[in-house]
Nanobody, 111 residues
Framework: QVQLVESGGGLVQPGGSLRLSCTVS????????MGWYRQVSGKQRELVAI???????IYADSVKGRFTISRDNAKKTVYLQMNSLKPEDTAVYYC?????WGQGTQVTVSS
């Protein structure tokens, strides 16, 4: 059974940085597309970034130039490095592969 476990969320001041991690168990990680999504209460979940098996990436316009998605196939882990964080980045961040979601990790950007 495939499971995704996220970590790395927390409270950070505007302009700060956080790195989220998502570790996958029970799948052929290197062949899968991985994605980070986020959701604010009362709003639809939205794509933040995805990375395919080749390493190619796609970003939402709102995070381009500030966030970087990467993967370590040996560790079956995908990362989201978030720099220059803004209050509007506050959300629950979810990792996803195929139709499977992680439990989410809260990111709060506030002074």
């Amino acid at each position: 059974q495939v499971q995704l476990v996220e970590s790395g969320g927390g409270l950070v001041q505007p302009g700060g940085s956080l790195r989220l991690s998502c570790t996958v168990s029970g799948s052929f990680f290197s062949a899968t597309t991985m994605g980070w999504y986020r959701q604010v209460s009362g709003k639809q979940r939205e794509l933040v970034a995805i990375i395919i098996s080749s390493g190619n990436t796609i970003y939402a316009d709102s995070v381009k130039g500030r966030f970087t998605i990467s993967r370590d196939n040996a560790k079956k882990t995908v990362y989201l490095q978030m720099n220059s964080l803004k209050p509007e980045d506050t959300a629950v961040y979810y990792c996803k592969t195929a139709a499977i979601w992680g439990q989410g990790t809260q990111v709060t950007v506030s002074s």
